[in-house]
């Protein structure tokens, strides 16, 4: 801590959700990729499916306790502090962060009960089922194709994160990205 009672790192709580939402955001993108190395309607292919929903759905149930411990938390300075415009893109960049972690499983979520599949309970048959008039698969279709073509987007997005937080550490040599371990 420094003179001014503020934290050298994020809370414990808040690392933890950081590092947590980290490892089921790239879990869930393996997940939906390595479904095409098995054959359609296969098993494997299905437990690819069906896990790539479940952690998305496991990282929005995690998206209000972290933007809650992010508000509740003291932010650490970055030190040596920012100029105002890379204040800006850091804000910009977590921003979108943000949106992703929310709209994503939202959408996902939403294809699948418009596409009249329900939402399967983790390791068993049972389904939360979805109202039949309440199915239109021709906007199911038209949302899978925003969820991928976002998943794609935010590829970049993410690469863009931790490319600043290497940039950070190497070229910067700030704390930005201790305040995160």
């Not at 959700?17 to 359609?40: G, K, Q, T």
């Not at 390791?123 to 039949?132: E, G, H, Q, S």
């Not at 987007?153 to 704390?175: E, S």
């Amino acid at each position: 801590m420094d003179d001014n009672n503020t934290p050298a790192k994020y809370s414990a709580a808040l690392r933890t959700l950081h590092w947590a939402m980290f490892a089921l955001v790239a879990l869930a993108y393996a997940s939906i990729n390595l479904r095409s190395a098995f054959e359609r309607g296969s098993a494997p292919r299905l437990l690819m499916v069906e896990s790539h929903f479940l952690l998305g759905m496991l990282v929005l149930l995690l998206v209000a306790p972290r933007l809650l411990a992010r508000w509740r938390s003291a932010q650490p300075p970055i030190v040596p502090p920012l100029s105002a415009p890379l204040r800006l893109a850091s804000h910009l960049g977590h921003g979108l962060l943000y949106a992703f972690l929310v709209v994503q499983p939202l959408l996902g979520m939403a294809c699948r009960l418009l596409g009249g599949r329900g939402i399967g309970l983790p390791f068993t048959d049972a389904v939360i089922p979805w109202p039949a008039m309440w199915v239109n698969k021709e906007w199911s279709g038209m949302l899978e194709e925003a969820h991928e073509w976002l998943g794609t987007a935010f590829y970049w997005v993410i690469g863009l994160h931790i490319a600043a937080a290497l940039w950070h550490a190497w070229v910067r040599r700030d704390n930005a990205l201790r305040r995160m371990w």
